[in-house]
């Protein structure tokens, strides 16, 4: 049974930084790709972040480059979203999703529960 577990989330003021974590488990993580979704209240869900099974490709969306920071550890089965400079419109619920293909829509096999980050003004 694949399980993806997110944790990191939290308050923080806007300006300030924190460091996602998405734990992979009853897969081979190596072999998939992962990306990071975010979901604000009364917005649909979007892509923030990819990373291709390798960690050698990688995707942003305009808004968080230079900012945030995709990584990978395939020896921890963990995904990482550095996220600095956060700024009142990061509010949302954050979740990783993976899947065997590297890709920019939302058709991931596998997803996560969630973990909240809200950003102060």
């Known amino acids: 049974q694949v399980r993806l577990v997110e944790s990191g989330g939290e308050l923080v003021q806007a300006g300030g930084s924190l460091r996602l974590s998405c734990a992979a488990s009853g897969l081979t993580f190596i072999n998939y790709a992962t990306g990071w979704f975010r979901q604000a209240p009364g917005k649909e869900r979007e892509l923030v972040t990819a990373i291709d099974w390798s960690g050698s490709v990688t995707y942003y969306r305009d808004s968080v480059k230079g900012r945030f920071t995709i990584s990978k550890d395939n020896t921890k089965n963990t995904v990482y979203l550095q996220m600095n400079s956060l700024r009142p419109e990061d509010t949302a619920v954050y979740y990783c999703?993976?899947?065997?293909?590297?890709?920019?829509?939302?058709?991931?096999?596998?997803w996560g529960q969630g973990t909240q980050v809200t950003v102060s003004s």
């Open positions: 999703a993976v899947d065997s293909k590297y890709r920019l829509d939302q058709r991931y096999a596998y």
